[in-house]
């Protein structure tokens, strides 16, 4: 899921778009917010999320981490940790 959000999300960007939304079940609703995805009304069991296009950062941990630059554990994909 995190790499094809991320290409759509690339794909949003290339073609300069202001506004990316996207309609998802509420239970999801965690997982489009890690990319920045603020949440807003919501019909028939689908919350309607949207990010603008200056706010979508694609580093490692969606640009959300406070701690970017330490590259704690948090930030560093599953697959680089040294574990």
Same mark, same amino acid.
């Given at each position: +899921?995190?790499l094809l959000v991320r290409l759509l999300l690339y794909? @949003? =960007?290339?073609?300069? @778009?202001?506004?990316?939304?996207?309609?998802?079940?509420?239970?999801?609703?965690?997982?489009?917010?890690?990319? /920045?995805? @603020?949440? +807003? $009304? $919501?019909?028939? /069991? =689908?919350?309607?999320?949207?990010? %603008? /296009? !200056?706010?979508?950062? =694609?580093?490692? *941990? /969606? +640009?959300? *981490?406070? $701690?970017? +630059?330490? %590259?704690?554990?948090? *930030?560093?994909?599953? @697959? =680089? %940790? !040294?574990?």
């Amino acid at each position: +899921g995190d790499l094809l959000v991320r290409l759509l999300l690339y794909k @949003a =960007l290339t073609h300069s @778009a202001p506004l990316i939304q996207l309609h998802t079940p509420k239970a999801t609703e965690s997982f489009f917010a890690q990319y /920045g995805f @603020a949440a +807003g $009304e $919501e019909h028939d /069991g =689908l919350v309607e999320m949207s990010i %603008r /296009g !200056e706010d979508v950062h =694609l580093s490692h *941990c /969606g +640009g959300n *981490c406070a $701690e970017c +630059g330490h %590259r704690s554990p948090e *930030c560093v994909p599953k @697959a =680089l %940790r !040294e574990e």
